[in-house]
């Protein structure tokens, strides 16, 4: 009887334990959470200059020993907070791949997609300049460096299998000597330099680009026809179809967002 009721004590304080460290895991997860909170905004409005342990140890009323319990520096910081603004496009890329339509048309709701990440998640776009950065890149971690480079994989994927499903099918010829990601790099290439120009230059108009988000649509368009992915589009049927797409997928896009926030 005695022995049991040990086994029974010695259960109970492994199962108190278990509940322990997952407390202690949660507290982690939150104060790491919260230490994100506070540095996002100073980064934003502030730039890496104005980011520092100090201050966000200051702000959160903590040692700055806390704050180098959770990062190794400020700019593992920066790289965490791109990690979850790149998880965020991740999941917006994931919503418009999904569902049965053809492959050519998920990849034009990708191509809104990143214009919605752009313009209405600004400060995760914004995040992402800062991460790319190469003083902020070279002092981050391999750890770090391996998250974000999943991540963007992970988009990458998205879109290339779109590509491979496309050629499967027969829409798309396969294209000599460019595999699916040289390809995607392409689009890429248009939207993502188009983005940056557009959030960076305050010239565009100036120099005559009035609708840079039109341009963007355009090119993406004239690139998919001299690929020959069928169905071929005009111009004009291309920016009514991601007019209604667009309709259709912003308020999901918009509940993604606010899940994720």
Not at 28 to 41: D, G, S, Y
Not at 157 to 162: H, K
Not at 180 to 186: A, L, N, S, T
Not at 216 to 240: A, K
Request: proline share 3%.
């Amino acid at each position: 009887m005695a022995n049991l009721e040990l086994v029974k004590s010695d259960a109970t304080s492994i199962i108190d334990a278990m509940v322990e460290l997952t407390r202690k895991q949660r507290e982690i997860q939150e104060r790491t959470r919260e230490i994100l909170r506070v540095a996002k905004p100073i980064l934003l409005a502030e730039g890496i200059q104005a980011l520092t342990m100090d201050r966000v140890a200051s702000r959160m009323q903590y040692a700055k020993g806390t704050i180098y319990g959770h990062f190794s520096n400020k700019e593992e910081i920066v790289l965490s907070l791109a990690h979850e603004a790149m998880r965020l496009r991740h999941k917006l890329f994931e919503k418009a791949a999904s569902g049965l339509r053809p492959a050519r048309m998920r990849l034009m709701t990708i191509g809104l997609a990143s214009e919605f990440y752009t313009q209405r998640c600004a400060e995760e776009f914004q995040v992402e300049q800062w991460m790319r950065q190469s003083n902020i890149w070279n002092k981050s971690s391999a750890d770090c460096q391996t998250l974000i480079r999943n991540c963007e994989a992970g988009c990458m994927q998205i879109v290339s299998e779109l590509v491979r499903e496309g050629q499967t099918l027969g829409d798309l010829p396969t294209v000599e000597r460019m595999s699916p990601e040289e390809m995607v790099f392409g689009l890429w290439a248009i939207t993502f330099g188009s983005q940056i120009l557009t959030a960076s230059s305050p010239s565009l108009r100036a120099l005559g680009i009035i609708d840079p988000i039109r341009s963007t649509r355009i090119h993406c368009c004239r690139l998919l026809n001299g690929f020959d992915w069928q169905p071929i589009h005009t111009v004009d049927e291309y920016l009514e179809m991601v007019d209604e797409i667009s309709a259709e997928f912003y308020p999901q896009f918009e509940q993604i967002q606010r899940e994720h926030r």
